[in-house]
């Protein structure tokens, strides 16, 4: 497994792919964070990162995809599927090894957001006063829902040959997943709409960005992540019924 993330992972940064993720993402959440006056933190007047953790699940929606789409779509396109599962390496393994590097490259991304953190923490009247611990459970939300856009965009990949279909399909799933439920919600009322909202990821985000971490809330994106990655994995191994 570590030789397909390693493979994978150097391709990303052999090409424009990681820079323009990389770049995009913190551009858009440095424009609504600092600039934009409606959501600045400078003109907001209090000392928190909720613009960013409201922002960044909406930007990965459509940066994920794009880093997941070529995963095992080009591979099929190219003919060079068949090779690679014929090495000595399990369907998990390969799997496996592919979704790593697809979250590394996304993890990757909010490292530089650590700074926005640092100078917001600067800026506070009397300095330090923001909520660290709700910071730093809206990090590990974003880094889970993150993880969860990557397996979707994973095994939209493994559905295809073609990549935009690819990219389509994961961005569907990943507005399904994150804000569908929450609409369907809407609909109803009590009991009804606590338990759809709960299968969604927003209200599990939510939780967390309130610095509760919650085991209910880890299961949730842990179960969620298997259960697509299962289903990947099924999708591959297709080609031996």
Same mark, same amino acid.
Request: aromatic residues 14%; neutral net charge.
């Given at each position: 497994?570590?030789?397909?993330?390693?493979?994978?992972?150097?391709?990303?940064?052999?090409?424009?792919?990681?820079?323009?993720?990389?770049?995009?993402?913190?551009?858009?959440?440095?424009?609504?964070?600092?600039?934009?006056?409606?959501?600045?933190?400078?003109?907001?007047?209090?000392?928190?990162?909720?613009?960013?953790?409201?922002?960044?699940?909406?930007?990965?929606?459509?940066?994920?995809?794009?880093?997941?789409?070529?995963?095992?779509?080009?591979?099929?396109?190219?003919?060079?599927?068949?090779?690679?599962?014929?090495?000595?390496?399990?369907?998990?393994?390969?799997? =496996?090894?592919?979704?790593?590097?697809?979250? @590394?490259?996304?993890? #990757?991304?909010?490292?530089?957001? !650590? $700074? *926005?953190?640092? %100078?917001?923490?600067?800026?506070?009247?009397?300095?330090?006063?923001?909520?660290?611990?709700?910071?730093?459970?809206?990090?590990?939300?974003?880094?889970?829902?993150?993880?969860?856009?990557?397996?979707?965009?994973?095994?939209?990949?493994?559905?295809?040959?073609?990549?935009?279909?690819?990219?389509?399909?994961?961005?569907?799933?990943?507005?399904?997943?994150?804000?569908?439920?929450?609409?369907?919600?809407?609909?109803?009322?009590?009991?009804?709409?606590?338990?759809?909202?709960?299968? =969604?990821?927003?209200?599990?985000?939510?939780? @967390?960005?309130?610095? #509760?971490?919650?085991?209910?809330? !880890? $299961? *949730?994106?842990? %179960?969620?992540?298997?259960?697509?990655?299962?289903?990947?994995?099924?999708?591959?191994?297709?080609?031996?019924?």
């Amino acid at each position: 497994m570590y030789a397909i993330l390693r493979k994978e992972f150097n391709a990303f940064l052999s090409s424009p792919v990681a820079y323009v993720v990389i770049g995009v993402f913190l551009v858009a959440t440095g424009l609504f964070v600092w600039v934009f006056p409606d959501s600045s933190v400078l003109d907001y007047g209090y000392a928190d990162l909720q613009t960013l953790f409201n922002m960044a699940p909406w930007i990965f929606l459509f940066l994920i995809p794009a880093i997941t789409m070529r995963t095992f779509a080009e591979e099929k396109k190219a003919g060079t599927i068949e090779l690679l599962l014929t090495r000595p390496l399990t369907d998990s393994q390969i799997i =496996g090894g592919k979704y790593l590097a697809c979250l @590394l490259l996304a993890l #990757l991304a909010l490292v530089p957001t !650590l $700074l *926005y953190y640092y %100078s917001v923490y600067q800026l506070g009247a009397p300095k330090g006063n923001i909520d660290s611990a709700a910071t730093v459970g809206s990090y590990l939300g974003l880094a889970l829902l993150a993880a969860v856009f990557a397996a979707i965009g994973i095994f939209a990949s493994a559905i295809t040959r073609d990549q935009i279909i690819a990219f389509l399909v994961a961005v569907v799933g990943c507005f399904l997943v994150y804000s569908g439920f929450d609409s369907l919600a809407s609909v109803f009322d009590g009991a009804p709409a606590y338990y759809i909202s709960q299968l =969604g990821i927003a209200a599990h985000y939510r939780d @967390l960005s309130k610095g #509760l971490i919650d085991s209910r809330d !880890l $299961l *949730y994106f842990f %179960s969620l992540i298997a259960c697509l990655l299962l289903g990947t994995r099924l999708v591959l191994q297709s080609r031996n019924w």
